[in-house]
């Protein structure tokens, strides 16, 4: 069965820092995978997306970054990092007719 | 622009208490739809999704979907709600735009918190 990862699970960051997210899949092989972001009281808003190794797109300017190394590896960064970047980071991949399964999270706090 | 709303952003009830979430969505064109669930501290999960065929759908947990394509509605509803329910729900709606890749609009969520 497919299984998605995230970490790390929580952190905490000064603002101007960097940042480094990473997802990674099992279970499948060629996924399209996703970055959202979850506000309270927004739901998820999608910032990336790729369909496969080195293709990304993304949904809204902002000042983060995605990329792909591997088939089953997507990576969220920042070279420095706002306090408006704070929020819960969820990664997905997508399955049959665009369903979506998500990975447990990150949650950031840039302070 | 394509969208999802979500009528009610908190929503209280009562154990064995009748549950319905009101979804809506804006887009002319061939849709598939999901509900969502987050339970506290867990994962984003799929409740129910609807791709064609009989418009009333059946998710886990006792929770049933309704598509009413006239209304651009994909309610979500359950006859009795348990304590176990308290979550946040959130409907989806998924519009083609060709290969590889599709879009998943989400609502911005309905927090149900049931007390015993």
């Known amino acids: 069965s497919q299984t998605i990862h995230q970490w790390p699970a929580t952190l905490v960051q000064p603002v101007g820092s960097p940042l480094s997210l990473e997802c990674t899949v099992e279970g499948t092989s060629n996924p399209n995978l996703y970055w959202y972001r979850q506000a309270a009281g927004r739901g998820l808003q999608l910032l990336f997306y790729s369909v496969g190794i080195g293709q990304i797109s993304s949904e809204v300017p902002q000042n983060l970054s995605a990329s792909r190394p591997q088939d089953r590896q997507f990576i969220l960064s920042s070279k420095k990092l706002l306090l408006s970047d704070s929020g819960f980071y969820l990664c997905?991949?997508?399955?049959?007719?665009?369903?979506?399964?998500f990975g447990p999270g990150t949650r950031l706090t840039v302070l | 622009a394509q969208s999802v709303s979500q009528h009610n952003h908190h929503v209280i009830l009562s154990e064995a208490a009748s549950l319905e979430l009101g979804c809506n969505y804006s887009y002319g064109g061939t849709v598939n739809l999901f509900w969502y669930v987050q339970y506290p501290g867990q994962h984003l999960q799929l409740l129910l999704k609807y791709f064609s065929g009989d418009p009333l759908v059946k998710g886990i947990k006792g929770f049933e979907a309704e598509f009413i394509k006239s209304k651009f509605s994909f309610n979500l509803r359950k006859p009795s709600v348990q304590w176990s329910d308290t979550a946040e729900y959130f409907c989806?709606?998924?519009?083609?735009?060709?290969?590889?890749?599709?879009?998943?609009?989400f609502g911005a969520g309905t927090r149900l918190a049931v007390h015993p």
């Open positions: 989806a709606v998924n519009s083609f735009r060709g290969s590889g890749y599709n879009k998943l609009i």
């Open positions: 997905a991949w997508s399955g049959l007719a665009g369903s979506r399964y």
